[in-house]
């Protein structure tokens, strides 16, 4: 008998008769005899709504008050599931994050799950209940609710999935896995059947809505194999997991691209020793993410050119920043929204030699000028003009299933 955690997200439960075909996923997977614990998000709409409320209320709602607003949307959607499943013949009941309990550390809005009550909950599915558990939420050490952060349902099937020792544990999300890229966008699109941790980490913090950072995090840390399917197709999905066993010899297994960027050059900079530093603080302490950073030093070494990327966003005070920080000189400050990064993601890059010049190759065939560039072990990114990430996106695609030099 397997024990299998299901988490479903707010488009699959986003209206009463979703809700009633979630409940027979769930009865496919009882019928088998398996232990099934479901963890559900809030109806789709319903968080936005209530967030929208609070900002009615208050331009500066208490964070606490927050969490205690928000996390009743997941209440809602539990107690219609169990409803239902109920109506059809099953023992099930709904579980608030208190109940069990899902104690959580950090701040309120984005938690982090500590650990979780099992014994009542063991005692329950092993009497052939299902329990019905709220996501997305926890409780603090003094008792307060608590949020983990947008997605955070993810994690909490996740972590349900390690203290349980679950042996399975299905995302069940709108899309029926992880794609290459987006496939409502690029037809060539391929479904991924095996991911990495490591791969996936890097798409979802390249802008892959599947899943969070935080709950592929998570998993990786916990090694915990997810699943991630639709709700409204069956197929096949995604197995997103560190097991090298049945991986193809793909090189590149996805790309990405990211939105509202926007690049910065500081021209002239007399260089010295800590100069990035001095230009970077500042940045930090007001909550400005830096990502993508190139220094080109003069011939004579005096002085240095600065290029980076952040959110376009946070364009305008940064640039109030730089020109009030009084530890630099420069020669001129130049700006560009125009710009997005373009990334292609493969643990097979590693071990693959060449697989940099390709890359440069596939976006010079098709009259691409590369703005920055910047690589990690299993990622190679470029900035490039916003005009022309389709066509980018394109060339990588043909370059992953090997129709370029």
Known sequence: MKTIVLKFGGTSVGTVDRIKKVCKIIAFYKKKKNKVIVVSSAMSGVTNELVNKSKLISGNFDRAEYDALVSTGEQASC??????????????????????????????????????GIKELNRYINSGGIPIITGF??????????????????????????????????????????????PRQYKKAKKIKKIFYDEMLEMASLGSKVMQPTSVQDAKLNKIDVKVKSSFVSKSGTLITNSKKAFSDQI??????????????????????????????????NLINVDMVVQNISLDGKETDLTFTIKADDLKKTEKLIKQNKKISFKKLSFDKGVSKVSIIGVGMITTPGITYRMFQALASKKINILVISTSEIKISVLVSVKHVKRAIAAFLSLSRGELP
């Open 79 to 116: 107690a219609l599931i169990a409803g239902r499943l109920k109506h059809n013949g099953f023992k099930s009941r709904s579980w608030t994050s208190w109940q069990l309990p899902i104690l959580t550390d950090g701040p309120h809005s984005s938690a982090r799950i500590s650990s979780v």
């Open 137 to 182: 939420q926890g409780v603090s050490k003094d008792l307060r609710i608590t949020t983990i952060g947008r997605s955070g349902s993810d994690a909490t099937a996740i972590m349900l999935a390690k203290f349980i020792k679950a042996d399975e544990c299905i995302i069940y999300t709108d899309v029926d896995g992880v794609y290459t890229t987006d």
């Open 252 to 285: 590149i297994t996805g790309i990405s691209s990211t939105k509202n960027d926007a690049k910065i050059t500081i021209v002239g900079v007399k260089d010295r020793p800590g100069v990035a530093a001095s230009i970077f603080k500042p940045l930090s302490k």
